[in-house]
C-alpha cells in the first residue's frame, strides 16, 4: 500500500515471493548447491514443487504441463551439470514453441568466469534456443526479470526464457520492488493483423480453384480453434494437420484429409501439392512436411499467418504475409468471408476424397509372425481410451502411428516432439501433463529405446502421486532407425538392434520403481492389459507390448526427396490420376 515501507528480502525470498506473484502453482526441479539458497524460502511457499530424478525430466515435465494447462511451465536447477541438462528440454520447447521459464542457480559473482566449481556458462549455451535471458547478479533485478520473463515465454510467439541467478544475488538482502508496468524496448510483439493483408487473403480465396487449409502447431499454441472451426465452416475447403496441429481440427470432419510430410497421408500430401492456394495458419513449412522444397507445392500460391514475422518467407515466399496472433488473425479473415462467394470446389473435394478413400489404411495385422502388430496396439489404446484422454508420443515409429492411429478429435490432447524429435521426451512429459490435468486420463506411447532414457521419472511419478499410464511397444530395436537402415543401407542393422525384450524386463524395471507393470504378447492379451491399466488409477502403469520389429511407417517421403515421390510402401507408389477432373 501507498507509504508502506518496501519489503526487505533475500534474493531467493524475492524469487520465490516473484513466482508467487505471477501465479506459478507447480515447479519441476531438483536442488544443488547454487540454487540451494532458493528452496530455503519454497520449503514455506504454496508452491508445489516436484523433486524429479534428472533435469532433462524437470524440463520435459514443465513442457507438459504448459502444454496440457496453457500456462507457463518452470523448471528449475542448479549450476553446471544441473543446468545443462535441462539443454535438451530448452532446446525442444524452444522448436515447438512451448512456454517456459527455465530458473537456474549460477556460482557467486566473483567467481563467474573462473572456471569454478559447477560453473557453466548455461546463458551462452542456451543463447541459439531460448526467447530471452537474463543473468542476475544484483538481488534487487529479480522481481523485474521474473516478472519479464514471464511475459516473454507465454507473448508473441510462445517459447523458453532463462533466468540465471548468482548465488550471492540469492544470498544477499534487497528491498522488494514488485514492478506494476514492464518496459521491454524493443518487444512489442504484433497481435492484430493488417486490414490490407487481410482483405488481399480474402480476395485470394475467392478466386481459388484448389484451396488447402495448411494447419500447424501455431494454431494450437493460440488456441484458435473455434474460429478455425467457423474458417472451415464458412469456406468449406480442405484441411491438412500437420504433426504439432494433430486435433486442433477434428479427424472425424469429412474435409480433414490428415497429416501431410515425410510420413503424411497420401491425401494430406496430395492435397498440398495440387493446390492452386495455401491458407498456412501457425506453421512453418518445415522440412518433414515439404520434402524438397523447390518442389513443393509448386502451383500454389501462399497465404502464411504467423506471429513471428520471421518465418514468414522464411522457407516459402508468402504471396500474402499476416503477422498476428491466429485467434485475431482468424477473427478478421473470418469477418471478411461472410457473406462471400468462392467458386465450386467440389471437384477439388471429389479428387481428395478419392485419394482418401483409396490409400487410407484403417485396418492392421494384429499380429505378424507370431508378434503384434504395433498399429494395431496403439489403435486399441485410442479407441479403448477415447479422445477425451491425453496422449504423449515419444519420438520413432509409435510416434507416426500415434500421430495417425489415435483418435484425434480434440484440442491440446496430442502432445509431442516435432522440432528437436527428442528421445526421452514421452515419460516426464506424460508426468508433466498428468500434472496439469489431474483428472483426465494421460497414455504415453513410447518405445523401448525412447523409455529406457528416462524412464526414472517414473519414480517421481509413484511419489508424488501421478498416476500416469505408459505403453512401451517393445520391437527391441531402435525402430525408425532400422526402417532407414532396411530401406537406404542394404539392411545393414549396425547398432540399432536392442537384442532381447527381457533385458530389461520392463514390468518388473516398473514394478521397482512404484508402478504396476504388465505385459502383452498375444492379441488376447491387448485389451485385457489396455482396460486393466484404465482400471489402476492409484499410481503410474506401465504396459509392454511385445511387438514386430520389421513394421514400417507407410507412406513415406524419402529425405530430400519431391512429396510427388511419396511411396505407399517398399516399391509402391500411389496413382494420381485423376488430376484431368479438378
Not at 492452386?276 to 502451383?299: E, H, Q, Y
Amino acid at each position: 500500500m501507498p507509504g508502506e515501507s518496501p519489503q526487505q528480502l533475500t534474493g531467493a525470498q524475492a524469487l520465490v515471493q516473484s513466482l508467487e506473484r505471477v501465479g506459478v502453482e507447480v515447479i519441476f526441479g531438483i536442488p544443488g548447491g547454487s540454487i540451494l539458497p532458493a528452496y530455503d524460502p519454497l520449503y514455506d511457499s504454496k508452491i508445489r514443487h516436484i523433486l524429479v530424478r534428472h533435469e532433462q525430466g524437470a524440463g520435459h515435465a514443465a513442457e507438459g504441463y504448459a502444454q496440457a494447462t496453457g500456462r507457463v511451465g518452470v523448471c528449475i536447477a542448479t549450476s553446471g551439470p544441473g543446468a545443462t541438462n535441462l539443454v535438451t528440454a530448452i532446446a525442444d520447447a524452444y522448436m515447438d514453441s512451448v512456454p517456459m521459464v527455465a530458473i537456474t542457480g549460477q556460482v557467486a559473482s566473483r567467481a563467474i568466469g573462473t572456471d569454478a566449481f559447477q560453473e557453466a556458462d548455461i546463458r551462452g549455451i542456451t543463447f541459439p534456443i531460448t526467447k530471452h535471458s537474463f543473468l542476475i547478479t544484483d538481488p534487487a533485478d529479480i522481481p523485474h526479470a521474473i516478472a519479464a520473463a514471464f511475459h516473454l515465454a507465454k507473448t508473441g510467439r510462445p517459447g523458453p526464457v532463462l533466468v540465471d541467478i548468482a548465488k550471492d544475488a540469492l544470498a544477499s538482502t534487497t528491498e522488494f520492488h514488485w514492478p506494476e508496468e514492464l518496459d521491454l524496448p524493443g518487444y512489442r510483439p504484433v497481435t492484430r493483423p493488417h486490414g490490407k493483408q487481410i482483405r488481399e487473403a480474402a480476395r485470394l480465396i475467392g478466386e481459388a480453384q484448389r484451396p488447402v487449409i495448411y494447419l500447424g502447431g501455431g494454431v494450437n499454441r493460440a488456441r484458435a480453434w473455434d474460429a478455425l472451426a467457423e474458417l472451415v465452416d464458412l469456406i468449406g475447403a480442405p484441411v491438412v494437420t500437420t504433426l504439432m496441429a494433430r486435433g486442433a481440427f477434428p479427424d472425424s470432419h469429412p474435409l480433414n484429409y490428415g497429416m501431410p510430410g515425410m510420413h503424411g497421408t497420401v491425401a494430406a500430401v496430395g492435397a498440398l501439392q495440387q493446390s492452386d492456394l495455401l491458407i498456412t495458419l501457425g506453421a512453418r513449412f518445415d522440412d518433414r512436411v515439404t520434402g524438397k522444397l523447390d518442389s513443393f507445392a509448386p502451383g500454389a500460391k501462399v497465404i502464411h499467418a504467423d506471429i513471428d514475422p520471421a518465418e514468414i518467407s522464411k522457407n516459402r515466399v508468402a504471396d500474402v504475409p499476416i503477422v498476428g496472433d491466429l485467434s485475431e488473425v482468424l477473427a478478421e479473415l473470418n469477418a471478411a468471408l461472410r457473406g462471400t462467394e468462392h467458386p465450386d470446389w467440389s471437384g477439388w473435394v471429389r479428387y481428395l476424397d478419392g485419394l482418401r478413400q483409396r490409400y487410407e489404411i484403417t485396418e492392421f495385422p494384429a499380429e505378424t509372425d507370431g508378434l503384434l502388430g504395433p498399429e494395431y496396439v496403439i489403435q486399441r489404446i485410442g479407441e479403448i481410451a477415447g479422445p477425451e484422454a491425453t496422449y504423449v508420443a515419444g519420438v520413432g515409429q509409435h510416434q507416426m502411428w500415434a500421430a495417425h492411429l489415435l483418435p484425434h478429435e480434440q484440442p491440446a490432447r496430442f502432445f509431442n516432439s516435432g522440432g528437436a524429435g527428442t528421445m526421452g521426451y514421452c515419460v516426464p512429459t506424460a508426468m508433466g501433463a498428468k500434472v496439469g490435468r489431474p483428472d483426465a486420463v494421460v497414455w504415453g506411447i513410447d518405445g523401448d529405446g525412447c523409455f529406457q532414457m528416462t524412464n526414472q521419472e517414473l519414480v517421481t511419478c509413484f511419489l508424488e502421486n501421478i498416476p500416469v499410464k505408459i505403453a512401451i511397444l517393445n520391437n527391441r530395436s531402435l525402430g525408425m532407425v532400422r526402417q532407414w537402415q532396411t530401406l537406404f543401407y542394404g539392411e545393414r542393422y549396425s547398432n540399432t538392434n536392442l537384442k532381447s525384450h527381457l533385458v530389461p524386463d520392463f514390468p518388473k524395471l516398473a514394478e521397482a520403481m512404484g508402478a504396476v507393470g504388465l505385459r502383452a504378447e498375444t492379441v488376447a492379451d491387448v485389451d485385457r492389459v489396455i482396460n486393466e491399466a484404465m482400471s489402476i488409477n492409484d499410481r503410474p502403469v506401465v504396459v509392454e507390448f511385445v511387438v514386430h520389429k520389421d513394421a514400417m511407417v507407410w507412406p513415406m517421403v524419402s529425405a530430400g526427396t519431391s512429396n510427388d515421390d511419396i511411396k505407399i510402401a517398399r516399391d509402391l507408389a500411389p496413382d494420381w490420376n485423376g488430376e484431368e477432373d479438378l
